[in-house]
């Protein structure tokens, strides 16, 4: 079956810093999401990307549709504290419809 | 505009029983879809509900089922518990198929 593999599992960041995380599949997909989820809550959409080599950014976001359309980054630059949670990616493929496959996850926190 | 609303909150069950969970789409989205996350399988697709027809259905169970209202509103059951059905249940409106989803904050449904 489809699978995503999202690295890395988990990162400490320092206010300012900024992050990097990424997925790659060995499956095409249509659209690219990453959603970010915080404990206890759903997970909450931050970009959406639909084109293979599409740039999208989204305040402090930056993801890139890779041109393979089997991978995907989000870059978060000058991370600040509410930046901590967990972050997913997920793919869409246009003949199933909303069916969202998952990766594991990253999650972020934060150094003391 | 109101966001996805899911319904109950938090759910104690006992094995062997069922459940019935709530979804309210967001206003005018006519797609929704069902997930189940646990710490182990991470996010996993249930079943998409476009028009009151079930469009698509991930690998579970025929415990497991859903239906749509016409007026997009969607519920699952989940009949016979056991305790591994343990898990977040999300739901996610998109306003068709294969666009931008949304989630709602999602179920706690812990068996016993």
């Known amino acids: 079956g489809q699978q995503l593999n999202q690295s890395p599992q988990s990162m400490f960041i320092q206010e300012g810093e900024d992050v990097s995380m990424n997925c790659t599949s060995s499956?095409?997909?249509?659209?690219w999401l990453w959603y970010k989820q915080d404990p206890g809550e759903g997970p909450v959409l931050l970009i959406a990307?639909?084109?293979?080599?599409e740039l999208t950014s989204n305040g402090r976001l930056t993801a890139q549709f890779g041109i393979t359309r089997k991978d995907s980054f989000l870059n978060i630059s000058a991370s600040i504290p509410s930046d901590v949670g967990i972050y997913f990616c997920?793919?869409?493929?246009?003949?199933?419809?909303?069916?969202?496959?998952f990766g594991a996850g990253t999650i972020l926190r934060v150094k003391s | 505009k109101a966001g996805v609303t899911q319904t109950p909150r938090y759910l104690i069950k006992t094995r062997g029983q069922q459940v019935t969970l709530s979804c309210s789409p967001i206003?005018?989205?006519?797609?929704v879809s069902w997930y189940q996350q646990t710490p182990g399988q991470g996010l996993q697709f249930l079943f998409e509900?476009?028009?009151?027809?079930?469009?698509n259905k991930g690998n579970f169970p025929g415990r497991f089922s859903g239906r749509q209202f016409s007026n997009s509103r969607s519920e699952m059951n989940v009949s016979t518990l056991e305790l591994g059905d343990s898990a977040l249940y999300l739901c996610?409106?998109?306003?068709?198929?294969?666009?931008?989803?949304?989630f709602g904050q999602g179920t706690r449904l812990t068996v016993v």
């Open positions: 996610a409106s998109s306003s068709s198929p294969a666009t931008e989803a949304f």
């Open positions: 206003s005018g989205h006519r797609s």
């Open positions: 997920a793919g869409q493929l246009m003949e199933y419809g909303n069916k969202l496959v």
């Open positions: 509900y476009f028009s009151e027809t079930q469009r």
């Open positions: 990307l639909y084109k293979a080599g």
């Open positions: 499956s095409i997909f249509n659209t």
